[in-house]
């Protein structure tokens, strides 16, 4: 039987209480060292309604070697394919992260872009 970690542990803890509906939808936030993850999940049909990371080929080109601007491209562009899938609100699920930094760049950019968090 393995440990969990304690970001496992965090992220097992809040899987329990947040969940996405079709009418508002789970946006997941992922960071590893180097690149930052986010999709958006209906939870009760269990399909990604929308994707984009760091790695997107729409912002292919942008990085200027600043993690916390990806974060924010990261951000306004979830929010951009959220709104072409006619989403306006998402449930946020900062998957075990503590809410500051990245993390919070990613949900200050979705939020400026017009998305409800």
Do not use: W
Not at 28 to 38: P, T
Not at 82 to 87: E, F, G, Q, S, V
């Amino acid at each position: 039987m393995s440990k969990l970690t304690p970001v496992e542990k965090r992220k097992a803890r809040i899987r329990k209480k947040v969940s996405g509906t079709t009418a508002r939808p789970r946006m997941s936030v992922y960071k590893s060292l180097r690149y930052i993850y986010a999709q958006v999940i209906d939870d009760s049909t269990g399909r990604t309604v929308a994707f984009a990371s760091s790695l997107s080929k729409e912002l292919k080109g942008k990085d200027d070697g600043d993690k916390r601007e990806d974060a924010k491209r990261v951000g306004k562009l979830i929010a951009e394919k959220c709104k072409a899938a006619k989403i306006d609100a998402v449930v946020f699920d900062r998957n075990g992260c503590p809410y500051h930094g990245r993390i919070a760049a990613v949900a200050d950019a979705a939020r400026e872009a017009g998305l409800a968090l």
